[in-house]
């Protein structure tokens, strides 16, 4: 079965780690993110008719105490940009991460999933932002760890995007 | 042959010009011929060639091989093995097929030592598994670890070899050392896993993590990790490490045993390492030569026992053996002696308990009952083991009756005592004196309820007669012309003074009187008269010394008899001298 190592990046509390772990098997505790700074963890799906093994790296959340560590990027066939539909700047943030990430390791296919779908009300990204991220190329998915909804399709999304490259 | 038809062309407008055509087909024949011949014959050759297929075959055969390795070495190996693989598995079906034995020759140089080798190799462990769980089963330590098994869940061996272990490399990780994928994960038998795909990306997280936090020079890396009991050491290739998780303190050997398979795997695998797109399937082939890692290296055995501590052992076990033997034979002697001690007549043992070494016997006992140290000692017992504790006690056993009727009566030695239903039967002969005691005394006797004695006949008589034939062949013999009786003889006279009361006495008892008649007597030199004298003179001596000796003289007669009644013929001085003697008779007045 081909592996991929994928990592989750975005600011803290978007949801990463909620968004996965409905998903995924996971041996290790929330404990290794604050510590460690990445919990691993283990997705197997099928994208266009193939199995493929998702090793996700949930990293902890860039913010005013933790940088990022760029080093647990290395090697990743996909990143997972995370952020939270209901704060804004989550999504500058998110995507600030992943030009750092990109200055280092180069083009990688990405995808963003916007979480907390379930919150429409207090939705602050325009349809107007999602709409010029997709001229830009990225491709976008709205996610809820809550409902679930989106949350396996944007999984399927990237591995596809892994897998086409 | 196309030239016939040419010539003969029919004639006319058409006819001419077909008959042109076919001239000038001829002469370009012709013409072709003269250029071409040797072209064409090589042609028709060709062509032969081409369309036969042995020919053909031929042509294949001499470059198959050749083309082949072209192939291979051109990179199409991959190819080449897509194409052959169909046509040799078949071909290998239809051997098999046709006669498996081919094959299995074929193989069995190399398969016979890899079967015998996977088959020692499960025997090996599966027997020190074995002997390691035997050897510590019974050991406090044993015990221990059956403990942790109960607790823990784990198999009781599992846990032994678990302790018992110097070291053990449990778990090998062959990790991509860009993306922290795993290429190839090896795990001993029996060794409890983690997911292994998790387990690689976090541990080349973790490298990333100290190496960032600590801001360690670049090819610096964690070499190893010490958790309790568990190590994890890791060794980095260019493009992919090796992590072994190792129980117990390995040697440095494992490192460089590490090494080279990294080693191998870059030498084997360097440019798909380098492409590596998430396939991890090739790597497998690296399974085997990882797995020769898995050797468990076990703590010695303590050494092996000295032949003193042989010795010392087998003493003490043989002492105690002996020690138990003997304690068991004795108690066996002991509660055999309380048995035969219960059973005996005037015995009742109330309580027998062995306590510090000594028995302890309390009961009851007649006194007359047998005595138990005499029991002890013919059981080869040690009396001096035994503390006796007896209440005496009147039993009313048929035997102990008896043996008390035998010591309160005295019967006679001809007299004999029997018990029968409480009845005392005396039998055989006796005095008429103890027959009268018996008939008194024996009902108080206990255990007596009447006494018999019909049995029984008077000896008194018998006795009478039997002392009265003994005093009567008394004979005091006198010197020639003697009529005093000699000195030496005065000590006979005691004993016949005495022999004569009692022969009054018995007479008395059988309500008779008796009267003695002592004859003296003399031989047959000198005269008659003289003679009668002597005899009267010996007679009356002998009455005077009797009287001296208490027996009334009124009893005693006296009587010379002279030479009138000889005692012997007087053929001899030897017969002669019983004649010079005193003889006496008892008189019974009622025989009178």
Redesign the interface.
């Known amino acids: 079965m081909l592996q991929k190592k994928i990592c989750l990046l975005g600011a803290s509390a978007v949801g990463k780690t909620s968004l996965v772990r409905r998903f995924v098997e996971s041996i290790y505790s929330d404990g290794y993110q604050t510590t460690v700074g990445v919990k691993i963890e283990k997705k197997v799906l099928n994208a266009g008719g193939e199995d493929v093994m998702l090793l996700l790296w949930d990293l902890y959340g860039e913010d005013d105490f933790q940088k990022l560590r760029l080093s647990y990027l290395r090697g990743a066939a996909g990143f997972l940009v995370v952020c939270d539909g209901t704060r804004k700047d989550t999504l500058e943030k998110a995507l600030a991460v992943h030009r750092s990430a990109e200055q280092e390791f180069g083009k990688i296919p990405a995808m963003i999933a916007i979480n907390k779908s379930d919150l429409a009300s207090e939705w602050e990204i325009s349809q107007q932002t999602e709409n010029s991220l997709s001229q830009d190329g990225w491709s976008l998915m709205r996610t809820s760890a809550k409902t679930g909804a989106g949350v396996e399709e944007a999984f399927q999304g990237l591995a596809r995007l892994t897998l086409a490259k | 042959m196309a030239e016939q038809p040419a010539r003969q062309v029919p004639s006319g407008k058409e006819e001419d010009a077909v008959e042109i055509d076919a001239r000038a087909l001829a002469e370009l024949h012709e013409l072709r011929e003269l250029l071409f011949h040797a072209e064409r014959s090589e042609l028709i050759a060709l062509r032969e060639r081409l369309h036969n297929p042995r020919l053909r075959a031929k042509d294949v055969s001499e470059i198959l091989a050749e083309a082949i390795r072209l192939r291979r070495g051109k990179g199409g190996r991959q190819a080449l093995s897509e194409a052959l693989a169909p046509s040799v598995e078949e071909a290998l079906r239809e051997s098999v097929r046709k006669d498996p034995r081919i094959l299995a020759d074929a193989l069995f140089p190399s398969m016979g030592p890899a079967i015998r080798r996977a088959i020692g190799e499960a025997l090996r462990s599966m027997t020190q598994s074995f002997d390691l769980a035997m050897e510590h089963s019974f050991s406090l330590q044993g015990l221990k670890w059956r403990f942790e098994s109960i607790r823990t869940g784990r198999k009781f061996a599992d846990v032994v070899l678990l302790h018992s272990l110097l070291f053990r490399v449990e778990q090998l990780f062959l990790i991509?050392?860009?993306?922290?994928?795993?290429l190839v994960h090896v795990v001993a038998p029996f060794v409890p896993v983690?997911?292994p795909?998790?387990?690689s990306?976090?541990l080349t997280?973790?490298q990333?993590?100290v190496?960032?936090s600590f801001k360690a020079p670049a090819g610096e890396t964690l070499e190893s990790m010490q958790v309790g009991e568990l190590q994890v050491c890791v060794e980095q290739g260019p493009s992919a490490s090796l992590a072994a998780v190792i129980r117990g303190q390995a040697p440095p050997e494992v490192r460089l045993r590490m090494q080279e398979k990294l080693e191998e795997a870059h030498q084997l695998f360097g440019q798909q390492l380098e492409d590596f797109?998430?396939?991890?399937a090739p790597f497998q082939e690296l399974v085997p030569s990882l797995s020769d890692c898995f050797a468990a290296h076990y703590k010695e055995r303590g050494g092996k026992p000295t032949p003193f501590f042989q010795i010392a052992t087998a003493v003490l076990l043989l002492v105690g053996l002996l020690w138990a033997t003997l304690t068991w034979r004795e108690n066996r002697k002991w509660n055999r002696f309380a048995t035969e001690l219960r059973a005996q007549p005037g015995i009742l043992i109330t309580s027998f308990a062995k306590s510090g070494g000594r028995f302890h016997i309390r009961g009851l006992r007649d006194p007359l009952a047998v005595n138990p140290e005499v029991l002890l000692m013919k059981d080869n017992l040690d009396a001096n083991l035994a503390d006796f504790e007896w209440r005496q006690y009147q039993a009313l056993d048929p035997v102990l009756v008896l043996k008390r009727a035998n010591a309160i009566l005295e019967p006679p030695a001809a007299a004999t005592l029997a018990l029968q239903n409480g009845v005392l039967y005396a039998r055989g002969e006796a005095p008429r004196r103890w027959q009268e005691t018996f008939r008194e005394r024996a009902p108080f006797v206990a255990g007596v309820k009447a006494a018999d004695i019909s049995g029984l006949t008077n000896t008194d008589h018998s006795e009478f007669s039997v002392l009265k034939k003994s005093l009567e062949s008394t004979t005091i013999l006198f010197p020639v012309g003697v009529a005093e009786i000699p000195a030496d003889r005065k000590v006979e006279l005691d004993k016949l003074a005495r022999d004569i009361r009692e022969v009054v006495a018995r007479a008395k008892a059988l309500g008779d009187t008796v009267s003695l008649e002592l004859v003296g007597h003399a031989d047959d030199t000198g005269t008659d008269a003289h003679n009668i004298l002597l005899s009267d003179r010996r007679a009356r001596a002998m009455r005077a010394e009797l009287v001296r000796r208490g027996i009334a003289r009124n009893l005693i007669r006296t009587r010379g008899a002279g030479y009138n009644e000889p005692l012997r013929n007087e053929d001899s001085e030897d017969e002669r001298k019983f004649n010079r003697s005193i003889t006496l008779r008892v008189i019974s007045a009622k025989t009178q």
């Open positions: 991509h050392k860009k993306t922290g994928l795993m983690q997911d795909d998790m387990v990306a976090m997280a973790i990333d993590f190496r960032d797109q998430g396939d991890a």
